[in-house]
């Protein structure tokens, strides 16, 4: 079956230090995979995508996301964790529904960064 | 997220009353879709649509419907609301030509809370 999973419902991290959220897919061919972040009282913000090229994807906010084929991840990072940070993250992926492709997401993962 | 505007943004009504949600957008985007988010369960598709003459099920469609008025507009209807039916909708829009392949990047509306009581 074509999934995305996000293992982790909330991640806790000091500022200044690095943070991951975690993201592992299964679809058939090639993934297209998505971070959205939603701040409080927000809609969903498109963060990162990845396609095609080089596995490792530099996004907005100083994010970036590395995608693993073999591991069939697609974990979310930054160097250095500010409390602004602190928000609702989803990975999304393409899943094939009949003839075509519509995006299914995960569960989200709260990041909280502590002062 | 301007670009996609969706109103009522909070509403509370009565188990068994029909509630219309809309969703306008100016991104000239074809492909529209209304999502439900539930603590815990992330985002849910209800209903998309790739154009006007095109309405697809989405993984919980029972208890909605929807119209897809013109390529900007796309609103999402509850006959007979029931209290399961409380959480936050989602619009969202993208555009699958962008570039030769269309990467379905979603652009959301800010959301309406939805309470049934």
């Known amino acids: 079956a074509q999934s995305v999973a996000q293992p982790e419902d909330q991640v806790n991290v000091a500022e200044g230090n690095p943070l991951t959220v975690k993201c592992t897919y299964s679809?058939?061919?090639?993934?297209?995979l998505f971070w959205y972040v939603q701040y409080p009282n927000r809609g969903l913000q498109f963060l990162l995508k990845?396609?095609?090229?080089?596995?490792l994807v530099k996004g907005s906010y100083g994010f970036e996301a590395e995608f693993n084929k073999s591991q069939t991840s697609f974990h979310l990072k930054k160097p250095s964790a500010l409390v602004s940070d602190s928000a609702l993250y989803f990975c999304?992926?393409?899943?094939?529904?009949?003839?075509?492709?519509?995006?299914?997401f995960g569960r989200g993962t709260s990041l909280i960064v502590h002062p | 997220d301007a670009d996609v505007t969706q109103t009522p943004r909070n509403r509370i009504t009565k188990t068994g009353k029909r509630i219309m949600l809309e969703c306008s957008q100016t991104k000239g985007h074809d492909r529209m879709y209304w999502y439900r988010q539930d603590p815990g369960l992330g985002l849910r598709l209800i209903y998309y649509s790739f154009d006007v003459k095109d309405i697809n099920k989405g993984e919980i469609s029972d208890g909605y419907s929807v119209s897809r008025q013109a390529q900007a507009k796309f609103s999402l209807s509850l006959e007979s609301a029931i209290p399961n039916q409380t959480a936050l909708y989602f619009c969202?829009?993208?555009?699958?030509?962008?570039?030769?392949?269309?990467?379905?990047?979603?652009?959301f509306g800010p959301g309406t809370r939805l309470t049934v009581l």
């Open positions: 679809v058939s061919g090639n993934p297209y």
């Open positions: 999304a992926v393409r899943i094939r529904s009949g003839g075509s492709y519509i995006p299914t």
């Open positions: 969202a829009t993208s555009d699958a030509s962008a570039g030769r392949v269309g990467t379905d990047t979603q652009y």
């Open positions: 990845y396609i095609t090229g080089d596995n």
